[in-house]
């Protein structure tokens, strides 16, 4: 009887191995089954796409490109010289005029013209009086005082004549040049005081275009040279009528006017005007998106065996997109275009295609 009790525990402990043994066989192969993904090694640095061009030197003719607003060649602010009251306006805002026509003109005037016409005729009497006297001062017929002291009124009456026609022109305004009344800014009634500008006008048949350009751009121009001159869609030429030889000492730029006979054009409207400057030969001109501007300083990558190379470099001058650079470069080289600003030394890189 024992040996069977025994042999009953040797078959449960067998079962109950295999048992064991299958159920860890049955968990490995389920943990191959599901086992996770390997983890991608994060270390290893992931090439970055770039765009590239070949350095080439070539002679570059720098165009470059200001912008100002054109306005009348001709403005003239209007104002008297005495205190009055306005009497007459005589034409109004918009209308066009003449050179010497009244635009506008104070009540004085009338009292001004009176003794204006008072002194004339007080001048013209005398100097009748005098030419009369000249006549027997020939014929011994007066004394040489009399004579003189005729001559001495003739010349009082005249200064006094003057002094009258220079009040009388200060009772009212007229357009210095033909063109156009811009504005007005005073009522008939309203009191007027000297100096203060109350209606201006200006001459648009032609425009003056101002732009304020850098020293470079001066050095190839010359007066009455054509510049091109472009606003809204509309080409046109212009003259190159003055220039600032002397920069500005706040903004180291020099202030152009050109002129423009251009019937399509208003004044008012944005322009551009081209400049072609002198040619730079033998240079290297990049993007200047390829270019970084870090701490100061200005730098390229270059491209060598698929890694970046961080160069310093020289900008000789900017026009439009382009910049005219210098350095420790050479012809061939391969440098990146853009996205320089999130580029390192020593990256991994592809080019694309």
Not at 326 to 348: C, F, R
């Amino acid at each position: 009887m024992k040996k069977l009790g025994k042999m009953d525990i040797l078959k449960n402990q067998r079962k109950l191995s295999l048992l064991v043994l299958l159920f860890f066989f049955t968990i490995s192969i389920l943990l191959f089954v599901v086992q996770p993904e390997p983890e991608a090694n994060i270390n290893t640095p992931v090439p970055v796409v770039v765009d590239t061009m070949e350095l080439k030197k070539k002679n570059i003719s720098p165009i470059v490109e200001y912008t100002g607003r054109l306005e009348p060649s001709r403005k003239a602010d209007l104002k008297f010289e005495i205190n009055g009251r306005l009497s007459k306006k005589l034409v109004q805002p918009g209308e066009s005029v003449k050179s010497g026509d009244l635009i506008l003109i104070l009540e004085e005037y009338y009292i001004y013209k009176k003794l204006y016409e008072l002194a004339k005729q007080n001048f013209e009497i005398q100097a009748r009086e005098v030419k009369r006297m000249k006549e027997l001062d020939k014929k011994s017929l007066l004394s040489k005082s009399q004579y003189d002291k005729t001559i001495q009124k003739q010349i009082e009456l005249e200064s006094l004549m003057y002094r009258s026609k220079q009040d009388f022109n200060k009772t009212f305004i007229k357009a210095r040049f033909s063109g156009i009344v811009n504005e007005i800014n005073i009522d008939t009634g309203d009191t007027v005081s000297p100096n203060i500008v109350i209606a201006s006008l200006i001459d648009a048949s032609t425009l003056d275009l101002y732009v304020e350009v850098r020293s470079d751009v001066i050095e190839g121009l010359k007066l009455n040279m054509e510049i091109e001159v472009s606003s809204n869609g509309i080409l046109s030429k212009g003259k190159l009528i003055s220039f600032q030889t002397s920069p500005n000492l706040e903004t180291y730029t020099h202030l152009l006017r050109i002129r423009i006979s251009d019937d399509r054009l208003r004044s008012g409207m944005i322009a551009s005007a081209t400049f072609i400057l002198p040619q730079i030969n033998e240079s290297f001109g990049v993007p200047v998106s390829s270019v970084l501007n870090d701490d100061g300083k200005k730098y390229i990558f270059l491209v060598k065996n698929k890694k970046l190379i961080k160069k310093e470099i020289n900008v000789v001058t900017r026009f439009k997109e382009i910049y005219v650079i210098n350095g420790d470069i050479s012809s061939k080289e391969i440098i990146v275009t853009k996205d320089v600003a999130s580029l390192a030394e020593g990256q991994d890189i592809l080019i694309s295609k």
